[in-house]
């Protein structure tokens, strides 16, 4: 059972601190001690309506891009620390995640006005706490996108037996990912949501299937592995990480009709992802065995690879349109909140949206071509970022609540003495996962350079 978070009631000595914008488009909270915007208003005589969307396409949305990468690299951590350790922290991950995913809800449903991180920081830390985790999710969002696109030309690498340069491929993948990311509402790509959902599903599936009907002989399966710190850390990278798809959370609840059943969509997604992960990466490890390669569909046989990497695809461009459509939301909505611009159909607001959708992508694309290092400064950004997204900052946002909210004080956070341990211990493991993740991925970069196993940029 998790613990909610305080029922919303703007306290007057907290009332400056709810948002930094005007009140046009406000609403009441249902009390009569103040008032909050809402991200939209009233959108009955709006050409352009963002809160379209129910908690079933919420949660394919959600399902669609936290399920695609982190996946197929779970048994590759499963070969390192062996199969027990690996599960065990699989299924707790994606328990925690859950907790955390409710302290993020109950946060928004209280401050109706939160429509990305940054908002979420004005509240939490005033202008400093924006502007910096408005900058880390623009730049993880960013890291993402350049992540799907490697993975789609991978898969187009492996479709066409290499024969054409990956520059090309992943220019190729880059376009597409870009039109997909420029329709204004999540509403006008809830269907998407849905097939990206289902494609990655089945390409897990299949490749399960693919592994089974062909398991490596003499393969080597081990409950537990000694290992370093190092080592291990690196390896459950993975299954910490393959959660990390919380900062999308606020944008994506803003455009619901009824924010309130956004936890519907968490239980869903959380539910899913966990048996899924557990399910797919015993299977795979168990057929394949220690010599698993991440990601895992580069183990299996060519037909079986160019199968699923076809199938896969489609989560990958369409997770990499919602990271840079996201992106390109936040920094559209910093601008031009609550002017015509967002609502009505009009030249400025079009290019500019355009344009941000593009940035989004090609700076991506540059990233992930020029910079020989991206794949393991992408574990750097999901270290500094996501580990708090996902998991440390969720504590700071009941903390707030249960002090603010209410005018409780010390008081609250001491009579509710459980929800205050356990916030205080999110916020703590999140800044672990943060350090220690950040410590790998450096140490990784140097033992790159080092093995001479970093390339140069723009080769084929």
Not at 79 to 99: E, K, N
Request: hydrophobic share 55%; aromatic share 14%; net charge neutral.
């Amino acid at each position: 059972m998790f613990l909610s978070a305080p029922s919303v009631t703007i306290s007057e000595e907290h009332k400056g601190c709810v948002s930094g914008n005007d009140t046009k488009n406000s609403r009441t909270t249902g009390t009569d001690e103040g008032v909050i915007e809402d991200v939209f208003g009233d959108e009955d005589d709006h050409d352009i309506r963002y809160k379209t969307l129910s908690w079933p396409f919420v949660a394919a949305f959600m399902i669609a891009e936290i399920v695609s990468n982190g996946m197929l690299t779970l048994p590759n951590a499963m070969a390192v620390v062996g199969i027990v350790p690996s599960l065990v922290l699989t299924i707790f991950l994606g328990v925690f995640a859950l907790y955390t995913a409710k302290l993020l809800i109950d946060f928004k449903l209280n401050h109706p006005e939160v429509h990305n991180m940054g908002d979420a920081g004005f509240i939490l830390f005033g202008p400093v706490g924006r502007e910096i985790l408005s900058f880390g999710t623009i730049i993880f969002a960013v890291f993402a996108v350049g992540s799907e696109l490697l993975s789609g030309q991978l898969a187009l690498s492996t479709l066409s037996n290499n024969g054409l340069c990956a520059i090309a491929l992943l220019a190729i993948f880059s376009a597409a990912t870009f039109l997909l990311s420029v329709p204004r509402t999540l509403g006008s790509l809830n269907w998407l949501g849905v097939l990206s959902a289902i494609f990655i599903t089945i390409c897990g599936i299949l490749a399960m299937i693919g592994a089974g009907a062909n398991p490596v002989p003499d393969r080597m399966i081990v409950a537990t592995v000694p290992t370093s710190f190092y080592e291990a850390f690196l390896a459950i990278t993975g299954p910490v990480f393959a959660y990390a798809g919380h900062f999308m959370f606020f944008i994506i609840i803003s455009e619901m009709r009824k924010p309130e059943d956004a936890m519907k969509a968490a239980w869903l997604l959380q539910g899913f992802s966990t048996v899924f992960y557990a399910v797919f990466s015993v299977v795979v490890y168990v057929y394949i065995g220690s010599t698993v390669a991440s990601p895992a569909l580069l183990s299996l046989p060519p037909v079986w690879a160019k199968i699923t990497f076809a199938i896969g695809m489609v989560n990958f461009l369409i997770s990499g349109a919602l990271y840079a459509h996201a992106a390109a939301k936040l920094v559209f909505f910093r601008f031009f909140r609550h002017s015509r611009h967002v609502y009505s159909h009009t030249t400025l607001g079009w290019t500019i949206w355009v344009l941000l959708c593009f940035a989004a992508v090609a700076v991506a694309f540059v990233f992930a071509t020029a910079v020989p290092i991206f794949s393991y400064m992408t574990g750097i950004t999901a270290s500094l970022f996501a580990s708090w997204y996902t998991y440390g900052i969720a504590g700071f946002f009941w903390l707030h609540d249960a002090f603010y909210l209410g005018g409780g004080g010390l008081a609250a956070l001491k009579r509710r003495w459980i929800g205050t341990t356990l916030a205080s211990s999110t916020v703590f493991a999140g800044a672990f996962m943060c350090v220690a993740g950040t410590y790998v991925s450096i140490k990784l970069i140097a033992d790159a350079y080092r093995d001479g196993l970093v390339g140069r940029p723009f080769t084929c």
